[in-house]
């Protein structure tokens, strides 16, 4: 009898554990939904890894830099823009292109911007669409470095 009665004991235990589980997590992205018995989609967030701007002898803001984006992301976001800060104190957004993003093993994105002379930092982040919703993602660093030509 004894045994019997530990045995129902354990099971409501166990039921009970797993009933609460499935209540602390429904409506949370990325979980399984008890009550409908699907699988939640998860949330599409976009971080942003490093920043790669090509270096040259002389900064020029004539010059156009494609700065280069690596960023990871378990879906395919749509990004929209790249928005660098400027050491100097300035800001520069600039819409991204799809035809300039490429989700790969090691995605990325390129922009073409313009670098204000006399910039020793670009601080860079993206806005992308997450459910109808536009999101920022974290900033990245790059930190420029001012070549000299060689003595001829």
Same mark, same amino acid.
């Given at each position: 009898?004894?045994?019997?009665?530990?045995?129902?004991?354990?099971?409501?235990?166990?039921?009970?554990?797993?009933?609460?589980?499935?209540?602390?997590?429904?409506?949370?992205?990325?979980?399984?939904?008890?009550?409908?018995?699907?699988?939640?989609?998860?949330?599409?967030?976009?971080?942003?890894?490093?920043?790669?701007?090509?270096?040259?002898?002389?900064?020029?803001?004539?010059?156009?830099?494609?700065?280069?984006?690596?960023? @990871?992301?378990?879906?395919?976001?749509?990004?929209?823009?790249?928005?660098?800060?400027?050491?100097?104190?300035?800001?520069?957004?600039? @819409?991204?292109?799809?035809?300039?993003? !490429?989700?790969?093993?090691?995605?990325?994105?390129?922009?073409?911007?313009?670098?204000?002379?006399?910039?020793?930092?670009? @601080?860079?982040?993206?806005?992308?669409?997450?459910?109808?919703?536009?999101?920022?993602?974290?900033?990245?660093?790059? !930190?420029?470095?001012?070549?000299?030509?060689?003595?001829?």
């Amino acid at each position: 009898m004894k045994l019997k009665f530990k045995t129902v004991l354990m099971n409501i235990a166990v039921l009970l554990v797993i009933s609460s589980w499935a209540n602390i997590t429904e409506g949370q992205e990325g979980y399984f939904n008890w009550k409908t018995g699907q699988e939640l989609p998860s949330v599409i967030e976009l971080k942003l890894l490093s920043m790669d701007i090509p270096q040259s002898w002389n900064l020029s803001t004539n010059i156009e830099y494609w700065a280069t984006i690596k960023f @990871d992301s378990d879906r395919n976001p749509k990004i929209q823009r790249a928005c660098f800060n400027f050491s100097d104190g300035s800001e520069s957004c600039v @819409d991204v292109q799809a035809k300039d993003v !490429t989700y790969s093993s090691h995605p990325y994105f390129r922009v073409a911007i313009h670098i204000p002379a006399g910039t020793k930092r670009v @601080d860079c982040y993206a806005e992308y669409i997450q459910e109808g919703k536009t999101r920022r993602t974290n900033t990245v660093t790059y !930190t420029i470095i001012v070549l000299k030509k060689p003595e001829e």
